[in-house]
């Protein structure tokens, strides 16, 4: 038996080693036959380009910088309404605390367009003009004439235009005005020798006027947000009228990319107005806030701690709305806690319509994990919600351009605000609960429930966000 044993391993190790010695044989005959087809200049130039399309598509879609794998506080933050939580926070981000000026929530186009159009034809020294989308139609068919008439009349207009969101925008539409003496740039179009930054997108919504009125939040020059979210073709959004300190903060939004795209620094009392000092701002306003214009690297996570020390320092709530919730495991793990430990955490999300069913389906492989923590989660039925808001314990609001995800964090040109402003905290409040009455529920049980093929969806979808 023994030998016979011993016969068989002999017999099947040979076969083994025949088929190891036909497999090298075929293999070196391939590759004999390629030698003798193609020149080795032409093999060359495939193994760089295989090299080439292997490290791209490494850059894309993995992450990459050296993040920490938790983040957590020394002691407890701060409560939002504390002196001490915004100086921590303007710290932890680079950003300094400010004060005064007001702050105008801007509902839809129907208030928007007008009051945006209104301060334009107000304009006495100067328009600086940065959306990430513009798009022919009825909006632009407003906008560009009467940006065109103030700059005949004397009025500097700066218009800077996405490489990428405004694609779609004609620069002959834009010949009048550059005709008149305006200026218009675009940021990182596709050029050779520069396409590795192509994908970092200026996302920023910095409008600013005569240096003392601004406009930013979720809107931009397009038809889709013309009138009230009345129907599915037109989104649900909020703009942000910011006069004052405010307003002057966001021109550095503005002028920041505005350099980096025309070699033209801007300075002067034209830009940056010359105010009263404290004084000026001591009797009103917003009481405090933090402006953050960041231009996100790949160890900079300023615009990650932006969010992040707000939630650690909930005590009663967090109502959070956005349309691309991709949170990274930092973001959902610190609501997830929350939300066990009792505060009030409601998201508000986009329905059945969305721009992008990658981003919603990434959205939802997040749902359980936070369901199963107590947290609430409403889905916008009407129409794609397009606004972008978080409002921590009915006092602290962040408002501006970001999302919630990878991009936002990571890649794009961004400005938020995070401002203490109980009245404007209020105002959002009552914003989010009207709309919660136009959104469905997740119920848990239910969700359990869904399609094996939605769920297989997601979790595929997990794997592309991180470039949603």
């Known amino acids: 038996m023994a030998v016979?044993?011993?016969?068989?391993?002999?017999?099947?190790?040979?076969?083994?080693?025949?088929?190891?010695?036909?497999?090298?044989?075929?293999?070196?005959?391939?590759?004999?036959?390629?030698?003798?087809?193609?020149?080795?200049?032409?093999?060359?130039?495939?193994?760089?380009?295989?090299?080439?399309?292997?490290?791209?598509?490494?850059?894309?879609?993995?992450?990459?910088?050296?993040?920490?794998?938790?983040?957590?506080?020394?002691?407890?933050?701060?409560?939002?309404?504390?002196?001490?939580?915004?100086?921590?926070?303007?710290?932890?981000?680079?950003?300094?605390?400010?004060?005064g000026g007001q702050i105008t929530i801007l509902n839809n186009g129907d208030e928007f367009f007008p009051d945006l159009l209104q301060s334009i034809r107000n304009a006495r020294h100067s328009i600086n003009f940065s959306v990430y989308i513009w798009k022919d139609g009825e909006v632009?068919?407003?906008v560009l004439p009467a940006l065109i008439e103030r700059q005949t009349h004397g009025v500097k207009v700066r218009v800077l235009l996405d490489g990428l969101g405004a694609i779609a925008a004609s620069d002959k539409d834009f010949e009048p005005l550059v005709r008149a003496g305006g200026t218009v740039q675009r940021f990182r179009t596709p050029k050779f020798g520069k396409l590795t930054r192509f994908h970092r997108r200026n996302h920023r919504r910095a409008i600013v006027i005569d240096g003392e009125v601004g406009y930013t939040g979720g809107m931009a020059v397009s038809d889709i947000w013309l009138g009230h979210a009345q129907d599915k073709d037109h989104w649900r959004d909020l703009m942000f009228k910011l006069t004052g300190p405010p307003a002057r903060s966001l021109q550095s939004a503005f002028v920041d990319a505005w350099s980096g795209s025309s070699g033209e620094l801007l300075v002067g009392p034209e830009i940056f107005p010359v105010t009263g000092g404290p004084a000026a701002t001591a009797g009103g306003g917003v009481e405090r806030f933090v402006h953050l214009a960041n231009s996100p690297a790949d160890d900079d996570q300023s615009m990650a701690y932006f969010f992040l020390l707000p939630i650690f320092s909930a005590r009663q709530s967090?109502?959070?709305?956005?349309?691309?919730?991709?949170?990274?495991?930092?973001?959902?793990?610190?609501?997830?806690?929350?939300?066990?430990?009792?505060?009030?955490?409601?998201?508000?999300?986009?329905?059945?319509?969305?721009?992008?069913?990658?981003?919603?389906?990434?959205?939802?492989?997040?749902?359980?994990?936070?369901?199963?923590?107590?947290?609430?989660?409403?889905?916008?039925?009407?129409?794609?919600?397009?606004?972008?808001?978080?409002?921590?314990?009915?006092?602290?609001?962040?408002?501006?351009?970001?999302?919630?995800?990878?991009?936002?964090?990571?890649?794009?040109?961004?400005?938020?605000?995070?401002?203490?402003?109980?009245?404007?905290?209020?105002?959002l409040g009552a914003i989010f609960k009207n709309d919660l009455r136009k959104a469905q529920r997740v119920d848990l049980k239910q969700w359990l429930r869904r399609n094996p093929m939605q769920h297989m969806f997601e979790t595929f979808s997990r794997v592309l966000d991180q470039q949603s």
């Not at 088929?19 to 020149?39: D, H, N």
């Not at 955490?345 to 749902?367: E, F, K, M």
């Open 140 to 142: 632009s068919d407003e």
């Open 318 to 427: 967090i109502h959070l709305v956005t349309p691309y919730f991709i949170p990274d495991n930092h973001l959902l793990n610190a609501l997830v806690e929350k939300a066990k430990a009792g505060v009030d955490v409601t998201l508000l999300l986009p329905g059945p319509h969305t721009d992008n069913w990658i981003t919603r389906a990434s959205a939802q492989a997040r749902y359980q994990a936070l369901l199963e923590a107590g947290a609430k989660i409403y889905e916008y039925e009407p129409t794609f919600v397009h606004a972008k808001y978080v409002v921590v314990d009915g006092m602290w609001s962040i408002v501006g351009s970001p999302n919630l995800n990878f991009r936002s964090r990571q890649l794009d040109e961004e400005n938020a605000f995070g401002v203490y402003d109980p009245a404007l905290a209020g105002q």
């Open 4 to 99: 016979e044993a011993q016969g068989r391993v002999g017999v099947g190790t040979r076969k083994r080693a025949r088929g190891r010695t036909s497999f090298v044989s075929a293999a070196g005959s391939r590759w004999k036959a390629v030698r003798e087809r193609y020149k080795w200049w032409q093999i060359t130039l495939f193994v760089i380009g295989v090299v080439s399309a292997v490290s791209i598509l490494s850059a894309l879609f993995f992450a990459v910088g050296d993040k920490p794998s938790r983040i957590y506080t020394d002691k407890e933050a701060p409560p939002v309404n504390s002196r001490e939580f915004a100086t921590a926070l303007g710290a932890l981000v680079g950003a300094p605390v400010d004060r």
